[in-house]
C-alpha cells in the first residue's frame, strides 16, 4: 500500500518507514519561495529545516505525523497537534508553520492500482447476462479511463501555467532583440543620423528600459532554475550522507556487538583466572599442611629412634647386672 501527499497539482510519494518534512536535507522540501513570501526565510521562518516526520506502521501499515519541536506547529484538520503521534487517515488536510500550502493526505493499495486493467474471470453459466450489465461495464471503464485523461490534463495545464510566464519573457525579448537589430540596421544604412540624441523619447531608450523591466523576471526565473539545480545538488549530497550515516551506524552496530561480546570473554578469562588463584593457594595451603605434618612424623620417629636406643642400653645394663650377680653367687 503505498502513500502520497498532494498539493498544487504535485504529489509527493512517502517513504515506505519514514518521511522527513522541512525546508532543507528532508524527503519532502517545502521551499518557501515558492508561495512568494517577500521576507526572509532567516529572519522569519515559517518551515524549520527539520519540521515534522511521517512514519509506516509495519504491523498494520498506518500512516503517523509527528512533529519536532517546531517553531511555527504542525496541523492535522486545522488543529495544532503536540508531541504525541497523530494516526492519518485518508483526504486528512496538512500544514506546515505558517506555509499556507495545504497537503492532503493519499493512501492507495496495489489493487486500486492495478483495478482499470484488471480482467474478472467469465464464468462457464453466465449465459444469461443481459446486455445491460455489458454496457454498465462499458460506462464504468470509460468514467474510469475519463477520470485518468482529466487527471493527465489538469497535470499539464498546472505546467502549462507554470511556463507561461516564461514563454511571454522570451516572446518580448524576441520582440525587442528585432527592434534593436532594425535600429542597427537603420544606423549603419545611414538613415537615422549618428549625432541623433538618445533620450528618454527616443526608441532605442524606450527599448532599453522594456528591456530591463523584462529583464528582472527573466533574472528571477534563472535564479529559481540555478535555486532548484542547488536545492537538487544539495538533496543528492543529504542523500550520499544519510547512506554513509547507515553504513556507519551498522558498523557501529557491529563494532558495538564484538565490544560486548569481548567484554564477556574478558570476564570469562577473570573468572577462570580467580578460580585457578584460589585453587593454587588451596593447593599451597595444603601443601604446607602435608610438610608440617611430614615434619611432625619425622620428630616422633627420631624420639621414637632415641628411645629405642636408650631402652636397649637398659637392656643391656640389666643383662650385664644378671651376669655379674650370677657370678657372685657361684
Known sequence: ???????????????????????????????????????????????DEQHAVIERSEKDNSMTIRDLNSKKGTYVNNVLIEKSSVLLKPRDKLRFG?????????????????SLNRKYPLDTNAHQSTESGRHQEKVTSNNSELDTKDQLISRLQNDLNRLSPLEAISAQKDILIRRLQQQVTQLSAGKIPRSFPLTQESPSSQTGQECEHLEIPFVKA??????????????????????????????CDTLNSELDRTKLEVEKLKQALDEKQSFEEKWHKEMEELKSTVTSL?????????DKQETVSQVSFFHLLLSVSSCFFL
Open 1 to 47: 500500500m503505498s502513500a502520497f501527499l498532494q498539493a498544487l497539482g504535485w504529489v509527493y510519494p512517502l517513504s515506505p518507514k519514514l518521511t522527513t518534512i522541512g525546508q532543507s536535507g528532508c524527503d519532502i522540501i517545502i521551499d518557501v519561495s515558492e508561495h512568494k513570501v517577500l521576507i526572509s526565510v532567516q529572519q522569519n521562518p515559517s518551515v
Open 98 to 114: 505558517c506555509s499556507p500550502t495545504v497537503y492532503e493526505f493519499e493512501m492507495m493499495s496495489p489493487t486500486d492500482k492495478h
Open 222 to 251: 534563472h535564479d529559481n532554475s540555478k535555486y532548484l539545480q542547488q536545492t537538487e545538488a544539495h538533496e543528492k549530497e543529504m542523500t550520499g550522507i544519510r547512506q554513509k550515516y547507515k553504513a556507519t551506524e551498522i558498523r
Open 298 to 306: 619425622e620428630r616422633s620417629e627420631r624420639n621414637a629412634k632415641l
